[in-house]
């Protein structure tokens, strides 16, 4: 009996030092390519997000849609200096609305470094963290640790809900981050910055909600939404009264006044995880 406890002990000893060790090689990494950063890390009180801007404005077009082939094929002069410089700086020195803007470009970079590393896939789920024999994991891509910025490495579930959604009181989050499938909103063709964000973040909720792939909120019948709205149904108000009257401002006539009444039934539509490919 010692020597059976004895075998169970060391079992477990074994278990958690390969846990420690998929923790430290960033949980499984997937394959995930490695940047290394290039300087000391810097907490400035500005960021230009330029590079990333011309990164958009070539390798997505007009409906959100990313053209992954071009952006694998120009990664290391596209993509990979601008990663660098996430990672080599703390935002915790600029504006709560600069801050906000960086890390939802982190978000948004990084998931098209996530997607470029496996291209190609049919979608971003088809890429999994690497399993740990016998230790219970999370089989998602959001749970590897690769997101480096200011000398940490994150996931991207961490960015999103450990930072972003518990650090800035702002639903409209939800129609900036786009992670990579064709029912997210589309990818904006222009980085998020702290000086335009509230410009943008309205921009990018009126497109999606009007987006007839996505949400069909009509006169009458049932208001027909992405599950965005299930997912996250606290970021956007209390109870369907206070989230209906979230979505009001964002339409006319007696749309609005229909949702102003807190009136129509709520529908959640199928999302589609296919990736949101830019295909010729």
């Known amino acids: 009996m010692a020597n059976r406890s004895k075998l169970v002990f060391l079992r477990f000893v074994f278990l958690l030092g390969l846990f420690a060790l998929g923790m430290t090689l960033g949980c499984g990494g997937a394959h995930v390519q490695r940047l290394d950063a290039e300087g000391p890390v810097e907490k400035p009180v500005s960021f230009d997000h330029g590079a990333f801007d011309r990164l958009l404005q070539t390798h997505v077009d007009e409906q959100g849609r990313v053209d992954y082939a071009g952006l694998q094929a120009d990664a290391e002069t596209a993509l990979h200096p601008y990663l660098r410089q996430l990672a080599r700086t703390n935002p915790s020195g600029l504006s709560p609305q600069a801050q906000l803007a960086f890390w939802l470009n982190a978000y948004n970079a990084y998931t098209l470094k996530l997607v470029g590393d496996h291209y190609p896939v049919e979608s971003i789920k088809d890429i999994k963290p690497l399993p740990l024999p016998g ?126 009444r807190g009136e129509g039934e709520i529908e959640y539509v199928g999302y589609d995880w296919s990736l949101n490919d830019r295909t010729e």
């Open 135 to 260: 230790v219970p994991f999370v089989n998602s891509p959001f749970t590897i640790r690769f997101a480096e910025v200011g000398g940490r490495t994150y996931t991207l579930d961490h960015i999103e809900h450990n930072i972003i959604r518990r650090d800035f009181d702002e639903p409209r989050i939800h129609f900036a981050l786009v992670c990579a499938a064709r029912s997210c909103p589309p990818l904006r063709r222009e980085a998020y910055t702290g000086a335009r964000l509230d410009e943008q973040l309205d921009a990018q909720a009126r497109a999606f909600l009007h987006d007839p792939g996505k949400n069909i909120v009509a006169e009458d019948g049932p208001l027909r939404l992405s599950r965005i709205f299930n997912w996250f149904a606290n970021d956007f108000g209390e109870n369907e009264a206070q989230r209906k009257a979230f979505l009001a401002p964002y339409f006319d006539g007696a749309v609005r006044a229909r949702l102003e």
